[in-house]
């Protein structure tokens, strides 16, 4: 958080810090309402009714403030990390001010303006948000946790190398993923300035004639473009049937495991519930962690483009 003050940096530390834990602990406690009011809904007694009118209204309210402290998380990342994407621009153009004059020919202009309103942009946009979803996802992930181990160790234990496992696929295919984008951007930038220079000289490309080779020229860019376009497109379906595999496999055996112990009086009929309506509580945290390193990578990467204008 370099383009932040040290006291901006705690306190916006401290509030993300504030905000997550409350947010998730409101996103998870309802689970253990749901529990209450099934197990009270199966046990099949009248008397009972006005408890589980209490509890699902108990249930709707920590839902929306849960809900609520999520947005309000998001937009306070959100709109940090736009207050500094703003800065930088400042800082760009002031850069741009004071540079030697000498220096000022050796600069490429569509490349100056590329780092300054895309990178820039990404910053922008992603800043503080990857800091924002990884305190989310260690706290929700830490509630689960106790969770499943309140209820049974060898639950736990059954469930928590199946969703290791997709969190460890959803990697293997995000680097991969990675590698597509990287060079979707490298080939759409070589097609953007392909582009800005026939425009900018397309008076002297008329003039002597150039029009077929550079037709060539936009034909061999736009092709590599869609080449990257159609390998990131099949990436992204193997990846979307791989993960939807893996969910609903994980699905199979939280049905299967949580009847085994309902049967066995291990667990009630109420867990056994909550925990296949929640049964993303695990799953959802380690793969928001893969998102949050391929966020965190597209910052850093801008970052290192910004800097370098700097030095």
Not at 16 to 43: C, Q, R, T
Not at 95 to 117: G, H, R
Not at 283 to 292: E, F, M, R, T
Request: hydrophobic fraction near 50%; glycine fraction near 2%; include cysteine.
């Amino acid at each position: 958080m370099r383009y932040l003050s040290l006291l901006k940096k705690k306190l916006v530390l401290i509030r993300m810090v504030i905000l997550a834990f409350l947010a998730s602990l409101f996103a998870m406690s309802p689970i253990l309402v749901m529990e209450k009011i099934v197990d009270n809904a199966s046990s099949f007694n009248l008397d009972r009714l006005p408890i589980i009118l209490i509890l699902s209204f108990l249930y709707l309210i920590m839902q929306i403030i849960g809900n609520s402290l999520f947005a309000f998380c998001s937009y306070q990342a959100k709109k940090e990390s736009r207050e500094i994407g703003a800065n930088l621009q400042v800082q760009v153009y002031k850069k741009l001010t004071v540079v030697d004059i000498s220096e000022i020919d050796k600069i490429s202009t569509i490349e100056f303006a590329n780092i300054a309103l895309e990178d820039s942009t990404v910053i922008a946009e992603n800043y503080l948000v990857p800091v924002n979803n990884l305190f989310i996802s260690i706290f929700t992930f830490s509630m689960a946790l106790i969770y499943m181990l309140r209820i049974n160790w060898m639950l736990t234990l059954i469930l928590f190398p199946l969703c290791l496992l997709t969190a460890l696929v959803s990697k293997k295919l995000q680097s991969k993923m990675e590698v597509y984008v990287s060079n979707k951007r490298e080939n759409s930038k070589m097609l953007f300035n392909n582009f800005s220079q026939i425009i900018f000289g397309i008076k002297s490309i008329r003039s002597f004639k150039k029009e077929t080779y550079f037709n060539h020229v936009i034909e061999d860019s736009s092709s590599k473009l869609k080449t990257s376009d159609i390998k990131q497109a099949q990436l992204e379906s193997l990846s979307e049937g791989v993960l939807s595999c893996l969910f609903m496999i994980t699905i199979g055996l939280i049905l299967l495991v949580t009847s085994i112990f309902l049967i066995k009086g291990m667990i009630t009929f109420g867990i056994m519930v909550a925990i296949l309506m929640y049964n993303n509580m695990l799953v959802d945290p380690l793969l928001q962690l893969v998102n949050i390193q391929t966020q965190m990578i597209k910052v850093k990467e801008s970052m290192s483009r910004i800097d370098a204008l700097f030095k």
